[in-house]
T-cell receptor
Framework: GENVEQHPSTLSVQEGDSAVIKCTYS??????FPWYKQELGKRPQLIID?????GEKKDQRIAVTLNKTAKHFSLHITETQPEDSAVYFC??????????FGTGTSLTVIP | EAGVAQSPRYKIIEKRQSVAFWCNPI?????LYWYQQILGQGPKLLIQ????????DSQLPKDRFSAERLKGVDSTLKIQPAKLEDSAVYLC???????????FGSGTRLTVV
């Protein structure tokens, strides 16, 4: 099956700075790469996703890039705010099928 | 649209007892997933249903875990008997399939003492 690795496991940034989280995957057949944000005690919420036919996608302060050749994808958060503090999970898989999750990155934005 | 409903929200049981969790997916979503999330880790798939059929249960510890989705709508996940290492959040998710991702429920936090 798919194996997803995520780095770093913890990340602290000053408010206003950028944060980058990186993931690698093993199965070249994976075609869908969602990112989830999970606040303490709450459900994971989809924040952005990218499909294998696209190299980059942006939604306001959040962007995701995908390098299919290298089998890695990254989440970029610009102008970070305290409310961005949460655990972020990357995932990889096929649409309509199960996703394999990374181990999570705990992001802390320091005011 | 209504989200994925799960109950109960919290459950504390002693080891060797049994427990059941319930999930009602988003209306019309054919695919339903049960994930186990141990504290500090990413969600791990236990079982995937397509309508009322099992697509993948390769990571379900079948000696103690069972799940069903008899009418292709809501689903029940059972653990019998529970072990200490089963303490986790059990997340249900549903998907319309095709090109869509999926939505998680709020989860059931299980503590086995």
């Amino acid at each position: 099956g798919e194996n997803v690795e995520q780095h770093p496991s913890t990340l602290s940034v000053q408010e206003g700075d950028s944060a980058v989280i990186k993931c690698t995957y093993s199965d070249s057949a994976s075609n869908y790469f969602p990112w989830y944000k999970q606040e303490l005690g709450k459900r994971p919420q989809l924040i952005i996703d990218i499909r294998s036919n696209v190299g980059e996608k942006k939604d306001q302060r959040i962007a995701v890039t995908l390098n299919k050749t290298a089998k890695h994808f990254s989440l970029h958060i610009t102008e970070t705010q305290p409310e961005d503090s949460a655990v972020y999970f990357c995932a990889a898989g096929y649409t309509g099928n199960q996703f394999y999750f990374g181990t999570g990155t705990s992001l802390t934005v320091i005011p | 649209e209504a989200g994925v409903a799960q109950s109960p929200r919290y459950k504390i049981i002693e080891k060797r007892q049994s427990v059941a969790f319930w999930c009602n997916p988003i209306s019309g979503h054919a695919t339903l997933y049960w994930y186990q999330q141990i504290l500090g880790q990413g969600p791990k798939l236990l079982i995937q249903f397509q309508n009322n059929g099992v697509v993948d249960d390769s990571q379900l510890p079948k000696d103690r875990f069972s799940a069903e989705r008899l009418k292709g709508v809501d689903s029940t996940l059972k653990i019998q008997p529970a072990k200490l290492e089963d303490s986790a959040v059990y997340l249900c998710a549903s998907s319309a399939g095709g090109l869509f991702g999926y939505t998680f429920g709020s989860g059931t936090r299980l503590t086995v003492v």
